[in-house]
């Protein structure tokens, strides 16, 4: 799993690359507090356009930046997502609760 961040001030765009599953999401979860904390932003974008594969447990991570962001008072959204992944949060419906804007070019 990589991890990328680029952004100004308080706008934040993370991007994930490889596989977000039980074993990994614990360690991106981590990383991602820890930059959260850090950059504090008020805009937020996950780009999932590199992952290979999600399971459930990229759920988790979701939500959890969405958590943060929320209680910052800020702008998340999900971009760039990968059809097996969308297939995993279209049946999660997380599109109730979090901002998904388009699927990754393949």
């Known amino acids: 799993m990589e991890i990328r961040w ?3 001030g308080r706008e934040l765009t993370i991007a994930l690359s490889g596989e977000l599953d039980h074993h990994t ?4 979860l981590h990383t991602l507090d820890a ?3 850090e950059r504090l932003p008020l805009d937020c974008t996950l780009d999932l356009s590199g992952l290979e594969f999600m399971d459930s447990s ?3 991570v979701i939500l959890g930046v ?3 962001v ?5 702008a998340f959204r999900v971009e760039r997502v990968p059809p097996q ?7 999660s419906g997380i599109d109730r609760i979090v901002e998904i ?3 990754a070019v393949i």
Do not use: D, F, N
């Open 25 to 28: 999401a614990k360690e991106v």
């Open 35 to 37: 930059l959260m904390e």
């Open 6 to 8: 680029s952004g100004e």
């Open 101 to 103: 804007r388009g699927e």
């Open 85 to 91: 992944a969308a297939r995993v949060l279209g049946a």
């Open 58 to 60: 990229g759920i988790a």
């Open 66 to 68: 969405y958590r943060r």
């Open 70 to 74: 929320y209680e910052l008072a800020g």
